[in-house]
């Protein structure tokens, strides 16, 4: 059963910070690991899509990285600001199938001005 | 814009009521999802179906139940509200997870006095 576990927990910066959010999970025959941000109340938007056959993906500031054989994923957050404070996920499809995403149970960051 | 509709956004009712949670969707997706999340807490997978007439449990046992009679609605029934089902429900669809295709909508934060 895949199981998916984001360190830490919680995480406050400067704003201004370069930072490192980290996910790691058991099943390594992943099709694709996605991230996800939740701002508080809402629902999930999704931010990267990493395929298995990739190591990585950028979208201006953030960027995400995948280590299959090692079971983890990073996502780095360049020059951190304010707006980004939010709790953010990151899912894997569960084991043997491609129709449901395990989530970890995210980190909550904080950015302060 | 969403692309993925829940109703209502909040919801605060009496314990013993019967209540419906709406969720629509407008990109023909198959699969579609609930999400039961408490506040700060991770996400749990409820509910799910993989198309018309297909409704399966989740992880986490819930006594609501659902139905999925056409393809772009998904509604979720509480036949008696308790305080125990005061919670965030979020409702997600997609085509296939391997390509990304997962959207959550809003959520409903549900109240039971």
């Known amino acids: 059963k895949q199981e998916v576990t984001q360190i830490p927990a919680a995480l406050s910066v400067p704003e201004g910070e370069n930072l490192v959010l980290n996910c790691s999970f058991t099943?390594?025959?992943?099709?694709?690991l996605q991230w996800f941000r939740q701002d508080p109340g809402k629902g999930l938007t999704s931010l990267l899509l990493i395929q298995s056959s990739q190591r990585e993906q950028t979208s201006g500031r953030l960027n995400a990285s995948l280590d299959k054989s090692s079971g983890r994923s990073t996502l780095y957050i360049a020059a951190s600001q304010p707006g980004d404070s939010a709790t953010y996920l990151c899912a894997a499809p569960l084991s043997g199938s491609a129709r449901q995403l395990t989530f970890g149970s995210g980190t909550q960051l904080t950015v302060l001005p | 814009e969403a692309d993925i509709y829940q109703t209502p956004r909040y919801l605060v009712i009496g314990t013993g009521k019967k209540i419906t949670l709406e969720c629509s969707q407008t990109?023909?997706?198959?699969?579609m999802y609930w999400y039961q999340q408490d506040p700060g807490m991770e996400l749990h997978l409820i509910h799910y179906?993989?198309?018309?007439?297909?409704?399966e449990k989740g992880d986490l046992s819930s006594e609501s139940t659902v139905s999925r009679i056409r393809t772009e609605h998904f509604p979720l029934t509480l036949e008696s509200a308790r305080p125990s089902h005061t919670s965030q429900y979020l409702c997600?669809?997609?085509?296939?997870?391997?390509?990304?295709?997962?959207?959550f909508g809003s959520g409903t934060r549900l109240t039971v006095v």
């Open positions: 990109m023909g997706h198959d699969k």
């Open positions: 997600a669809s997609s085509i296939w997870a391997a390509e990304g295709s997962y959207t």
């Open positions: 179906s993989y198309g018309v007439n297909s409704t």
């Open positions: 099943d390594s025959a992943i099709y694709n």
